[in-house]
C-alpha cells in the first residue's frame, strides 16, 4: 500500500502544474479552433506549421532544456537547507536561458520563410505561416523568460504562483482572440489578430511573474550571482541541461521530421493530424504535470539523502498519472468522433474521420505516456538527463522515424498508421523508463548490492 499522506502531497504539488498547464492546452485549442473555423484547412496548416516549430524550439532549449537543470538544482539545494546555493543555481540558470531565447527570436525571424519551406509549407501555407511566425516569436520570448522563472518557484515547490499567472495570460489572450480573429470590436484582423492577442498576453503575464521573482519569491534571481558566475555553479547546470537538451531535442526533432513528412503528404492529413493532436495534448498534461512534480518531489528528497521517500513520491506520481491518463483513454474510445466535430466545419467531413480514427489509436498511447513521462521526472530528480535522453533517442530515431519513412514513403500508407508507429514508440519508452528508474533506484538503496 502506498502512503496516503505522499499521496495527498503529491496531488497538492502536482495538480496547480496538471491545471495550468490544462488551461494553456485550452488556449491553444480555442486558438486553433477559432482559426480553423477563420480560415479552413490552408489556415490551420500554417499557422499548425509554424506553432509546431516555435512550440519545439522553446521546449527544446527552455520548457526542458534549461528549466529541467533549475527545477531539480533549485529543488536539491533547498532540500539540502542551501538557500544561497539555490539562488545562485536560480541566476546563472535565467541569464543562460535569457541569451538562448534572445538567440532563438533572431535566428527564427531572419530565417523564418526558409525553416517552414524546408518544412514543406508552399504556397498560401508559406505565406500565411511566414508573417504568423516573425510575429509570434516576440510572445514566444516573453514566453521562455516567464518558463523560466516558473522553473525557480517549482524548485521550491511554488506551484500555485505559476498556476496564477496561467489563469491570467489564458484570460487575456482567449479573450483578444475572439475580438480579433473575428473583428467583435471593431476591425478583424483575422489569422494575424491571434499573434497580437498572444504577444499582449505573454507580456502580462512577464511582468507579473519577473516583479513576483524579484520580490516576493521565496528564491529570488539576484544580480550578483548573475555578474559573478562560479564555475561549478556553470558546471552543474549544463551537466544537466546538454543531455536534457538533448533528450528533448530528439523527441521533438523527429516529432518535427514526421511533421514534415506529414505536411507534404496535403493539406487535409496534416489537418487531422493537427486536429487530434491538439485534443490529445490535454490528455497529456497530467503526464507532464505529475513528471514535473516528481522531478521537483525527489529531487529534495535527495537532496535530504532520503532515498526510500524519493522512492515513495516518485511512485506516488506516477501512480495519479496512470489513473487519471486512463481515464483519458475511455473518453477518447468512446467520444473521438464528437470531439473532433468542435474544431472544424460540416464541410471538412474528411478531415474529421480521419482525425476520430486518429485520436482513437490514441487513446491506447496514454498509461505509456503516463509511465514515461512520470518516471523520467522522477530520474531527473536525482540530476540524471542522460538516461532519459538515451531513451528518447533510441525510440524517436530509431523506431518512430524510420517506420514513418517506410510506411509513408515507400508504402503510401494513410495517416492512420502513423498513430499506430506513435503508439509502438510510447509503449517502448514508458517501458524503459520504468526498468531504468528502478535500476537506479536500486543503486541508491543497496550501494553495495
Known sequence: MMNKKVLVHVLNVSLPIIVEMTIYTFMMILDTMMIGNYGGNKALSAVGISTEII???????????????????????????????????ASAGFLIGFLISIFIFFIMFIFSKNILFIAGAKGTVLIIGNIFTKAI?????????????????????????????????????????????????????????????????????????VYYILYVSKIKIKFKYMLFLRKNILKEIFKIFIPSFMDEAAFNISRLICTFIIMNIGSISFA?????????????????????AATTLVGMKVGEKNYRKAKEYAYG??????????????????????????????????????????????????????LSYGFAGAIEGFKDAKTPFFISFVSGWLIRIPLIVYFMYFKKSSIVTVWWITLIQWSFDGTIMF???????RKYLFPYY
Open 55 to 89: 512550440s519545439s524550439c522553446v521546449n527544446i532549449f527552455i520548457g526542458v532544456g534549461m528549466a529541467i537543470p533549475i527545477t531539480a538544482l533549485v529543488a536539491q539545494s533547498v532540500g539540502a537547507n542551501n538557500k544561497k546555493q539555490a539562488e545562485e543555481f
Open 137 to 209: 516569436l516576440i510572445s514566444a520570448v516573453f514566453n521562455m523568460l516567464t518558463i523560466l522563472m516558473n522553473s525557480i518557484l517549482r524548485g521550491y515547490g511554488n506551484t500555485y504562483t505559476p498556476l496564477i499567472i496561467c489563469i491570467i495570460i489564458a484570460t487575456i489572450k482567449i479573450t483578444l482572440d475572439w475580438v480579433l480573429i473575428f473583428g467583435h470590436a471593431s476591425q478583424s484582423y483575422g489569422i494575424m489578430g491571434a499573434s497580437y492577442a498572444s504577444v499582449i498576453s505573454q507580456f502580462v503575464g512577464l511582468v507579473i511573474c
Open 272 to 292: 487531422s493530424n493537427q486536429i487530434a493532436n491538439t485534443i490529445e495534448s490535454i490528455s497529456i498534461m497530467p503526464g507532464i504535470g505529475f513528471g514535473m
Open 317 to 370: 506520481c506516477v501512480f495519479w498519472s496512470v489513473l487519471i491518463m486512463s481515464i483519458f483513454s475511455v473518453i477518447f474510445f468512446l467520444g473521438s468522433n464528437y470531439l473532433v466535430d468542435l474544431f472544424v466545419g460540416d464541410s471538412e467531413k474528411e478531415v474529421m474521420r480521419i482525425a476520430g480514427i486518429c485520436l482513437f489509436i490514441g487513446g491506447f498511447e496514454q498509461p505509456f505516456i503516463a
Open 435 to 441: 526498468i531504468c528508474f528502478r535500476k537506479k533506484l
